[in-house]
Structure formats: C-alpha cells, structure tokens
C-alpha cells in the first residue's frame, strides 16, 4: 500500500463549488504540505503543516483553506472554485529529511 | 531568500548515454539539503536523491549521481547509461533547514531518452 494516498484522484468540478481534497498518511511524519503544479510548471507551495496546532500559508494560499485533523490526515479545500484553479495538487510529508509525495489529485474547474 | 534554478527546459539524451542536468541555487541557510525528483507522464513524482551540504563525498544512487559544487552552489544530477524509461521531467528542489524547513523547487527539465 502506499505510504502516501490521496483521494480523489481526479475531479470535475464547476465554478463556485466548494470542493475537498484529502491526504493520509502511514509514513508517521508530523510535516504536511500541499502544493500545486500547473502545466509545465515546478510546484507552487499552498500550505503546510508542522503537527497538528500548527498551520501555515505558503506562496499561494488565496482561495484556499486546510484543516490538519490527525498527525496521518491533512485535507485542502477549495471554498469556492474557479477556472485558474484548475491544476495537479500534491500532498507530501517529510520527516528531517526527505519529502515524499502522493499520487496527485488532477483537478478541473469548469 | 531561496531559489532554485534550472536553466535546461529541455534535453535529449541517446540511449545508454550519460547526460547531466543542471541545477543552482540560492540560500542563507549555512545548512540545508538538496533534492532530486522524477516525474513520469503518469504525473507521480519520485524522489531520486538527496545531497547534503554538508556531506562531503557526492550523492550516489544507481544510475543517479549529484555533481554538488558547494562554492558554485550547484547540484547538477547526472544520470548515466539512460534509458527510455528515463524520459520524465526532473526537479531539482531545496531545503534550508534554518529558514522554515519549507521545500523550493525549481521550474524543472524535461528529458527525453532517444532510441
């Protein structure tokens, strides 16, 4: 099983929607973060997560929240989709030293 | 401030050749870690190698090797005996582990590993 799952894996959405991605994760580290990637593009950071009281914004987090509810969950949230928000999000999680990803949610908003 | 840079948005390399992908970047940290990541079409992305700053012998795993230039502040992957199945888009990314402990990726290469 992978260490790293996120669901779903791909999603159709329309403007205005709200819309939840999720993240678990089995590798026991206490650092979450989601970023993503547009086409042709390195990956933008939208938030991340050091435990579970502690919360970041990371480059880009307008238009999105998160919610760290276990040391193994982490869940993105896009309260009220657009377009330019359609793109691969990421969910990763590292201990001290490396970072490893899930699998990716491909994401379009309508 | 730190930043990645990787100059090359694309490369061809002919099978079973060695080819290198360069990467510099930017920090204050005195500490930090460099990372290598592979991105197939499918879109996963798989960590390949890690280079420590303050590691002295340079990064080696299979194939994969870092060519780590601490005065340039370079860590270039090398990649040798390609395959086809190396063709992907590769990341170069940066931790500093004194400055928020957040990762910074560069923009990427895409590789492609001709027959």
């Known amino acids: 099983d992978a260490d790293v799952t996120q669901t779903p894996r791909n999603r159709i959405t329309k403007t205005g929607k709200r819309i939840m991605l999720e993240c678990s994760q089995t590798k026991g580290h206490d650092r979450m973060y989601w970023y993503r990637q547009d086409p042709g593009l390195g990956l933008q950071l939208i938030y991340y997560s050091f435990d579970v009281k502690d919360i970041n914004k990371g480059e880009i987090s307008d238009g999105y929240s998160v919610s760290r509810q276990a040391q193994a969950k982490f869940s993105l949230s896009l309260e009220s989709a657009i377009p330019n928000q359609t793109a691969l999000y990421f969910c990763a999680t590292s201990d001290l030293g490396t970072q490893y990803f899930g699998p990716g949610t491909r994401l379009t908003v309508l | 401030a730190q930043k990645i840079t990787q100059t090359q948005p694309g490369m061809f390399v002919q099978e079973k050749e060695a080819v290198t992908l360069d990467c510099t970047y930017d920090?204050?940290?005195?500490?930090?870690?460099l990372f290598w990541y592979k991105q197939p079409s499918s879109g996963e992305m798989i960590f390949l190698i890690y280079q420590g700053s303050y590691d002295e012998q340079n990064a080696t795993e299979g194939r994969y090797s870092l060519n780590f230039q601490k005065a340039r502040k370079s860590a270039n992957l090398v990649i040798s005996a390609s395959q086809l199945g190396d063709s992907a888009m590769y990341f170069c990314?940066?931790?500093?582990?004194?400055?928020?402990?957040?990762?910074?990726f560069g923009t990427g290469t895409s590789l492609t590993v001709i027959p």
């Open positions: 990314a940066m931790r500093g582990w004194n400055t928020g402990n957040q990762f910074y």
């Open positions: 920090t204050s940290d005195q500490s930090y870690g």
